[in-house]
């Protein structure tokens, strides 16, 4: 759903400074750090996390080599005439030829240095742009003579908001940002902000139950994740893949069971549940399987498959009508299975009769192996 990525800049200061940069970056689940060349080792032993280093060789351990600190990225060297025989370059090259994953890091020093990215965006997989005072403007011309090249562009920053305007710029925004603080707290504020970055909400409508009927026994989807949510979460699920149930989670405590807000009881293993942008079936979910968090004013967020079970139960068919589309789900027969109204309220579909109205989402398209297709598919 969300492809942003944060890195961490740990490669000054004291160690036992970086050292503490360098776990919260960990703990908070950062894609790479990025440290000096004799160090990948050090904060490959602190865990397991991808380490980028900085330099013009191999670099054992390395997961990405970054080219440009102490040369003519930085400025210590300077650029040549039409960037003929930079060094940069050429190191980025051969690397790659290797095999080796590589970054170009360039500071933005004027426009030349601006132009001088874009040429190593031109062959690197990431292309790591420092702004000397953070223009909007050179950000901007990367992204858009960039957007065409397989290379992911990630801006410095200093904290969550820069981070977030970084994201903002030219509405798709850059791939990443490079975190540079001692402030721990920034840390986790930036990680918020790339986990919720590119992520539109969902229009959520009121449809009218029509019907609430016993269908018998059946298997049915319990999808437990790693993430706890809250009242007004769960996911959406339905008997057609172009119009879903909020099925929210067990968050709430009720008289029959101990909340478990990890867990949405989801529907029978024939449902599809929406991942992203697309949709997949429930039966097919596994451990380490990404999902969708939807809440009740439709904003998401990722969350991650822990465990799925699916076992036999009886089972009821709710179907309810938006604006003469029939949108159905088969969901388990019991008091702890709930639905969200269209105050946002959780519904156990024990309590549910026709003339209720409850939250769906639709979209006009039909899907094929559940990805979006302009064809005419009719569910029923």
């Avoid at 050292?19 to 000096?36: P, R, W």
């Avoid at 008289?255 to 867990?263: G, L, T």
């Avoid at 997949?280 to 009740?296: H, P, Q």
Wanted: a negative charge.
């Amino acid at each position: 759903m969300n492809n942003k990525i944060i890195w961490i800049k740990a490669d000054e200061g004291s160690w036992d400074e970086r050292k503490a940069i360098i776990t919260t970056g960990m703990e908070s689940g950062v894609d790479h750090i990025l440290v000096n060349a004799d160090e990948v080792k050090k904060v490959k032993e602190l865990g397991n996390v991808n380490v980028a280093a900085f330099s013009n060789k191999k670099v054992d351990g390395a997961d990405v080599i970054v080219i440009g600190k102490g040369g003519e990225g930085d400025g210590t060297k300077p650029l040549p005439p039409d960037y003929a025989g930079s060094l940069d370059i050429t190191t980025a090259l051969n690397l790659k030829e290797k095999g080796f994953k590589v970054a170009g890091y360039v500071v933005i020093h004027n426009k030349e240095y601006e132009k001088f990215a874009a040429e190593m965006g031109n062959v690197c997989d990431y292309l790591i742009t420092i702004g000397t005072d953070w223009q909007i403007i050179p950000l901007e011309n990367l992204i858009t003579g960039l957007q065409k090249k397989d290379v992911k562009l990630i801006s410095g920053v200093k904290d969550s908001e820069e981070a977030r305007l970084a994201f903002e710029t030219m509405e798709h925004g850059t791939d990443g940002v490079l975190l540079d603080t001692d402030d721990l707290s920034q840390i986790k504020k930036t990680v918020a902000v790339v986990e919720s970055a590119g992520t539109q909400s969902l229009q959520l409508q009121a449809a009218v139950v029509t019907k609430v009927e016993a269908v018998g026994m059946g298997d049915r989807v319990c999808v437990d994740t790693c993430n706890l949510m809250t009242k007004g979460e769960g996911m959406l699920v339905g008997s057609q893949s172009n119009g879903m149930f909020l099925v929210h989670s067990e968050s709430e405590e009720s008289p029959y069971v101990a909340a478990r807000p990890f867990r949405v009881n989801a529907g029978a293993v024939h449902a599809y549940v929406r991942v992203g942008e697309n949709t997949r079936y429930l039966s097919e979910l596994k451990s380490g399987d990404e999902v969708t968090i939807v809440n009740a004013s439709g904003v998401q967020r990722a969350g991650v498959v822990g465990r799925v079970k699916i076992e036999r139960r009886p089972l009821i068919l709710v179907e309810a009508d938006l604006n003469g589309k029939i949108i159905k789900n088969v969901l388990q027969n019991a008091e702890t299975i709930k639905l969200v109204t269209k105050d946002k309220q959780p519904i156990s579909v024990a309590e549910l009769k026709p003339g209720d109205e409850i939250l769906v989402y639709s979209e006009d398209v039909g899907r094929h192996f559940g990805m979006m297709i302009e064809e005419t598919i009719i569910e029923q």
